[in-house]
């Protein structure tokens, strides 16, 4: 089973290594989706939604939301906002019967990057 809970922060960035309009400073209300794949355990839970939304909160909205994304990623794209969420999740939410399975980050309401485990290669 597949379990996904939603988020939104708001921040900030720029892109120095891009050349053209998202080279300057802006901002975006980020969508977050954060997805743990598993089997249900004898309380008939993946993981619990409390469980996974304190996670989130902790080690990534605290952080992300309202903030100058470069002061935390040197490039941040959403590809690269992705990779640092889920170095940033990917241990908290492993148990005997679960483990994080995605990451989706939408920077726009037309515009996303999804991030799987089979994905996930060693982070430069």
Same mark, same amino acid.
Not at 43 to 53: A, P, Q, R, S, T
Not at 67 to 76: A, E, K, R, V
């Given at each position: 089973? !597949?379990?996904?809970? #939603? %988020?939104? %922060?708001?921040?900030? $960035?720029?892109? *120095?290594?891009? $050349? /053209?309009?998202?080279?300057?400073? $802006? /901002?975006?209300?980020? !969508?977050?989706?954060?997805?743990?794949? /598993?089997? *249900?355990?004898?309380? /008939?839970? #993946?993981?619990?939604?409390? =469980?996974?939304?304190?996670?989130?909160? @902790?080690?990534?909205? &605290?952080?992300?939301? $309202?903030? =100058?994304?470069?002061?935390? =990623?040197?490039?941040?794209?959403?590809?690269?906002?992705?990779?640092?969420?889920?170095?940033?999740?990917?241990?908290?939410?492993? &148990?005997?019967?679960?483990?994080? %399975?995605?990451?989706? #980050?939408?920077?726009? *309401?037309?515009?996303?990057?999804?991030? !799987?485990?089979?994905?996930? =290669? @060693?982070?430069?």
């Amino acid at each position: 089973m !597949r379990v996904s809970k #939603v %988020f939104s %922060f708001d921040s900030a $960035h720029f892109l *120095p290594a891009y $050349h /053209g309009k998202c080279e300057a400073l $802006h /901002g975006h209300t980020y !969508r977050l989706v954060v997805t743990v794949a /598993g089997v *249900p355990d004898p309380e /008939g839970m #993946v993981i619990d939604f409390i =469980l996974l939304k304190k996670i989130v909160q @902790e080690e990534v909205l &605290s952080v992300l939301d $309202h903030s =100058l994304l470069n002061d935390i =990623l040197p490039q941040p794209t959403a590809e690269n906002i992705a990779k640092w969420i889920w170095n940033r999740t990917s241990e908290k939410v492993r &148990s005997d019967q679960a483990a994080l %399975f995605e990451i989706e #980050v939408w920077e726009t *309401p037309t515009s996303y990057v999804r991030i !799987r485990s089979e994905d996930i =290669l @060693e982070t430069p």
